[in-house]
């Protein structure tokens, strides 16, 4: 199934590349400043960038969507979510006050990656405005694959060639080249590693 679908997108790769950037064009015109598509970046209508915070997604990404949107969401001017080259996308949902870094030649099913409590945890929480938010970046590595319905925490380094499971929530860093699974997400297996890949 997927084969066929790789080759359907060869084949029309190039209409696809037309249609996004039509798709991409509100992006382009208006927020150049802080949203940059890298060339052959390929998405449907299901793609919203929204927050003061910059959107960098590299080359050949594609950022197709079945049901969930992709979308990616800036809470402070100085945060950026920045793609990297060959990734794809399908209904990932990006939360960044401070960074999200994603490697190269990912795989981000509809998972959530929030590098913020949003809220503080403090008991003071309700009572004090001025309650401690916490907030830190998490930085995906190269041949990563984050599977639907994950979610990834503050903080949270994962390692190359890893692998995130179904539901699984992040909230330790993953070393390289591992399965995780569960809630909270430990390691269950070693990714089988093949000549010739990342």
């Known amino acids: 199934m997927i084969y066929f679908i790789v080759q359907k997108i060869k084949r029309f790769r190039w209409l696809l590349i037309f249609v996004s950037y039509i798709f991409t064009l509100k992006y382009r015109l208006f927020k150049s400043n802080r949203v940059h598509f890298g060339s052959n970046f390929i998405t449907n209508w299901k793609l919203r960038i929204q927050g003061p915070g910059k ?19 800036t809470f ?7 793609i990297g080259d060959n990734c794809r996308l399908n209904g990932a949902h990006f939360q960044s006050r401070k960074g999200i870094k994603i490697g190269n030649s990912c ?34 590595g190269n041949n990563v694959w984050i599977a ?15 692998v995130v499971g179904f539901g699984s929530v992040v909230a330790s860093d993953v ?5 995780v699974a569960g809630n909270p997400a430990k390691v269950i297996g070693k990714v089988p590693m093949v000549s010739g890949t990342i």
């Open 55 to 73: 959107a960098i997604l590299g080359n050949n990404v594609i950022a197709g969507a079945h049901e969930e949107p992709n979308i990616f969401s």
């Open 148 to 162: 639907g319905h994950a979610t990834i925490l503050k903080g949270v380094t994962i390692g190359n060639n890893s």
């Open 175 to 179: 070393p390289q080249d591992s399965i």
């Open 76 to 82: 402070d001017r100085d945060a950026t979510i920045e």
């Open 107 to 140: 795989i981000i099913g509809s998972a959530l990656l929030v590098d913020t409590d949003h809220h503080s945890v403090r008991s003071d929480r309700m009572t004090n405005p001025n309650s401690p938010v916490l907030s830190k970046p998490i930085e995906i």
